[in-house]
């Protein structure tokens, strides 16, 4: 389940590139508003599968018709779209009720007027689709290096990306059902002739108050088990989803 959101800025708005801190802290401050204890159980836990803590939401980047980027400030001219997915109903409906009860959005230092509140459709999960990113994925996993483990974020032609989102999407189904999923076949393959158009463009680094994470943006075939797709759809491909990465829309399904 996913919601799109419409805001005004009036004669327009500047934020920092790296605004996804400020989105995040927007979403947990309405879910306070409308219900302070599931807020603060999906802050300090969320739900937790083998040691492992999920938020189970996430949400795009901002979009607008208009916008320029200069330096480390990013330019919107005309109004903005935000999107937001969660495969629990708990917190699209908390979040959206005091979204639409307080009418104003607080990105960074911008009071931001609410025009629209949708929730949206969802398309029907079939063995093979294809999508494209509205935030960047991530995928990371630890290496050694230097006698050292460290963080290590997949790129496109790295064999283990698709292997570790499996795992992420089958941990995650976990976390919301609380048993495995039947089917658990699931590849995905990034669009090689976008990538070779764009070469560098398709990744992106964002810093996350002070976390560097780098994602990929590029569109991406599925094929595998519907019921994992669907969990990607609605809480995100790749890891660090409650951060804005891994949302995508669909651009065909396939036969």
């Given at each position: 389940?996913?919601?799109?959101?419409?805001?005004?800025?009036g004669?327009?708005?500047s934020?920092?590139?790296?605004?996804?801190?400020?989105?995040?802290?927007?979403?947990?401050?309405?879910?306070k508003?409308?219900?302070?204890?599931?807020?603060?159980?999906?802050?300090?836990?969320?739900?937790?599968?083998?040691?492992?803590?999920?938020?189970?939401f996430?949400?795009?980047?901002?979009?607008?018709?208009?916008?320029?980027?200069?330096?480390?400030?990013?330019?919107f001219?005309?109004?903005?779209?935000?999107?937001?997915?969660?495969?629990?109903?708990?917190?699209?409906?908390?979040?959206?009720?005091?979204?639409m009860?307080?009418?104003?959005?607080?990105?960074?230092?911008?009071?931001?007027q609410?025009q629209?509140?949708?929730?949206?459709?969802?398309p029907?999960?079939?063995?093979?689709?294809?999508?494209?990113?509205?935030?960047?994925?991530?995928?990371?996993?630890?290496?050694?290096?230097?006698?050292?483990?460290?963080?290590?974020?997949?790129?496109?032609?790295?064999?283990q990306?698709?292997?570790?989102?499996?795992?992420?999407?089958?941990?995650?189904?976990?976390?919301?059902?609380?048993?495995?999923?039947?089917?658990?076949?699931?590849?995905?393959?990034?669009?090689?002739?976008?990538?070779?158009?764009?070469?560098?463009?398709?990744?992106?680094?964002?810093?996350?108050k002070?976390?560097?994470?780098?994602?990929?943006?590029?569109?991406?075939?599925v094929?595998?088990?519907?019921?994992l797709?669907?969990?990607?759809?609605?809480?995100?491909?790749?890891?660090?989803?409650?951060?804005?990465?891994g949302?995508?829309e669909?651009?065909?399904?396939?036969?």
């Amino acid at each position: 389940m996913r919601i799109k959101i419409t805001c005004d800025i009036g004669e327009g708005i500047s934020l920092p590139i790296n605004y996804n801190y400020f989105l995040a802290s927007a979403i947990y401050s309405f879910l306070k508003e409308s219900d302070p204890e599931y807020a603060h159980f999906l802050h300090q836990d969320g739900y937790e599968l083998e040691n492992r803590h999920f938020k189970l939401f996430t949400f795009s980047q901002l979009m607008a018709k208009r916008r320029e980027i200069r330096g480390d400030q990013i330019y919107f001219r005309s109004p903005l779209t935000w999107y937001v997915s969660s495969s629990q109903e708990q917190f699209l409906a908390n979040f959206a009720a005091a979204l639409m009860q307080n009418g104003l959005l607080q990105v960074e230092r911008h009071r931001l007027q609410v025009q629209d509140v949708e929730v949206l459709r969802q398309p029907r999960f079939g063995p093979q689709m294809t999508f494209r990113c509205l935030s960047p994925i991530t995928m990371s996993t630890k290496r050694e290096r230097a006698d050292q483990l460290v963080t290590h974020y997949c790129l496109p032609d790295d064999p283990q990306f698709s292997e570790l989102v499996r795992q992420n999407l089958i941990r995650k189904y976990e976390a919301v059902y609380q048993h495995p999923p039947q089917e658990q076949s699931f590849a995905m393959t990034f669009d090689q002739g976008y990538i070779n158009k764009r070469k560098e463009r398709v990744t992106r680094l964002v810093d996350f108050k002070g976390t560097k994470i780098r994602g990929v943006l590029a569109p991406f075939h599925v094929i595998g088990s519907p019921e994992l797709i669907h969990i990607g759809y609605t809480c995100g491909f790749g890891d660090k989803n409650s951060m804005g990465f891994g949302m995508v829309e669909l651009l065909r399904k396939n036969l």
